[in-house]
């Protein structure tokens, strides 16, 4: 089993950044990819960014060129950077692991960005 914590969420202006950290433990030798999803008000979970153990990242259009998905080995630890926020980027952010075909989760944390 693969445990998730993230952090980093938190209220900012639009235009400004965050830095959200995600944290695994448990098998993390068995991970596949990483990725941040974030679920806005109203709408349905959606992949933001992904990253494989070889190094390949996937990025949502929206997003492309504003966050970038990093990973510290050592730590056991992604991070999504996130710049020139939107108001529209405002949702909860959950941290993934994939496993073969299973997924494990992170509790989520909120990113509030205010116009």
Do not use: H
Not at 26 to 34: D, E, F, K, P, R
Not at 56 to 64: C, E, I, M, W
């Amino acid at each position: 089993q693969v445990q998730l914590v993230e952090s980093g969420g938190g209220l900012v202006q639009s235009g400004g950044s965050l830095r959200l950290s995600c944290t695994a433990s448990g098998s993390v030798s068995t991970i596949y990819a990483m990725a941040w999803y974030r679920q806005r008000p109203g709408k349905q979970r959606e992949l933001v960014a992904a990253l494989t153990r070889t190094g390949r990242t996937n990025y949502a259009g929206a997003v492309k060129g504003r966050f970038t998905i990093s990973r510290d080995n050592a730590k056991n630890t992604v991070y999504l950077q996130m710049n020139s926020l939107k108001p529209e980027d405002t949702a909860v952010y959950y941290c993934n692991a994939r496993r073969g075909s299973f997924d494990s989760w992170g509790q989520g944390t909120q990113v509030t960005v205010s116009s």
